[in-house]
């Protein structure tokens, strides 16, 4: 069967912009685009919108091939049903059969998952993972979100939401998470937000002098704490340090439950490079059984990340195609 000529799209919906494109099976995004989510109070209207964005792209890509259906990744998104639930920063409230809405209005098959489950099924398709059956995609960014990929397949649990590693509590009784009010969860060390309140707790908690302190609170981020370290700040230096030492520990716990071949890092964090890696390979061998030790490998995304969540949601189209499994999502209304 010639797979030369097929194409899929790739949608990821974000809460404040939705990146699209139109992706060949070498990972060549053909042509891309973006709108606003945040302009559209209402599911409907924007799904209007994106049709009238993309389906003319569409269109215009079937001198290139057939596209062979639309792939989505979305935040608090259920694969089993095609749903978008209760997705805190989104305008849509309650439960929204996404899938199902995209698939009347373009009239193709649509596959979705949350963005972290896109992020690993593209790193397999396109990425360092591809020929891996078992691996663990963790993405820093402004949260911690993770898919875990075993035995070939990425694990959707029993409700389609397993794999929320970024809540899982690494800290007992730790740090308050604003969002989740969860205490000492994993995203609220190891995500960019959390590498800040390292930052802040360590200025207000020492006399050294530090770059850091030229700023105002509401000024940092992970960007000028990661410059900073890169120009010797010893404060900076040790945030890193600290949040690699988190990461490790919980990477830790991650492989004794799956025993993958790697650990995938991705997001902007990983900018950081070795002032991260090192203390995260550190204290993952740390705390690993004997069995555990020196067997996985422990790298960084070949994705890009500008492309990457497009990358990730196009994947699911050969994933759905490929296991021939797609069925269109039952009508679940609005709630």
Known sequence: MDISNELAVGIDIGGTNTKYGVVNHRGDILVKGDLRTDAYTEVEDFIDALYDKLHPVMLEQHEHGTIKGIGIGAPN???YKGTIEHAPNLHWKGVIPFADMVSDKFEQPCSLTNDANAAAVGEMTYGAARG????????L???????????????Y???????????????????????????????SYASATGIVSTAIEMLENSNEKSLLSNYKKSELNSKIIYESASKGDKIAKEVFRFTGQILGEALANFVMFSSPEAIILFGGVI?????????????ME??????????VKLIFSELEEAD?????????????????TWVKPEKIPVI
């Open 77 to 79: 998104g259920n694969y």
């Open 132 to 139: 891996m059956k078992n691996f663990i995609m963790i993405t």
């Open 141 to 155: 960014g402004t949260g911690v979100g993770s898919g875990i990929v075993a035995n070939g397949q990425l694990i």
């Open 157 to 187: 649990g029993e409700d389609g939401f397993a794999g929320e590693l970024g809540h899982t509590i690494i800290r007992p009784g730790g740090r308050l998470h604003k969002s989740t009010r969860l205490r000492g969860s994993l995203e």
């Open 271 to 283: 900018k950081a490079g070795d002032l991260l890696m090192k203390p995260t390979r550190l204290h």
């Open 286 to 295: 740390k705390n690993l059984l004997p069995i555990f030790k020196n067997k």
């Open 308 to 324: 990457a969540a497009i990358l990730g949601a196009s994947a699911l189209v050969w994933e759905m195609k490929l296991s021939d």
